[in-house]
């Protein structure tokens, strides 16, 4: 199994900044890539971005790109979401989740942590 651990959420005016980390535990070594997601209030769940866990490649979601940057560090099994020029539509709980090897499947997640952006 794989445990991961989201912080680094908060409250932030719009315009600001925050960085999102997620840290992975045990079975680091069944990763296939790791991604962020958010969910809103009555929304569904929506993809932000990945990252691959041997070769580093990202891939975005158009709504965020050039906003918000995926970055890993290996060494600390952790991966980060840069996030810039929040607006309050950005407001909602992040969650990481990580792909495993064999399943290609997001099979394990964090428990979320709260962004709230105020205009």
């Known amino acids: 199994q794989v445990q991961l651990v989201e912080s680094g959420g908060g409250l932030v005016q719009a315009g600001g900044s925050l960085r999102l980390s997620c840290a992975a535990s045990g079975r680091t070594f069944s990763i296939y890539a790791m991604g962020w997601f958010r969910q809103a209030p009555g929304k569904e769940r929506e993809f932000l971005a990945a990252i691959s866990w041997s070769s580093g490649n990202t891939w975005a979601a158009d709504s965020v790109k050039g906003r918000f940057t995926i970055s890993r560090d290996n060494a600390k099994n952790t991966v980060y979401v840069q996030m810039n020029s929040l607006k309050p539509e950005d407001t909602a709980v992040y969650y990481c989740?990580?792909?495993?090897?064999?399943?290609?499947?997001?099979?394990?997640w964090g428990q979320g942590t709260q962004v709230t952006v105020s205009s």
């Open positions: 989740g990580a792909i495993d090897r064999d399943s290609r499947r997001y099979d394990y």
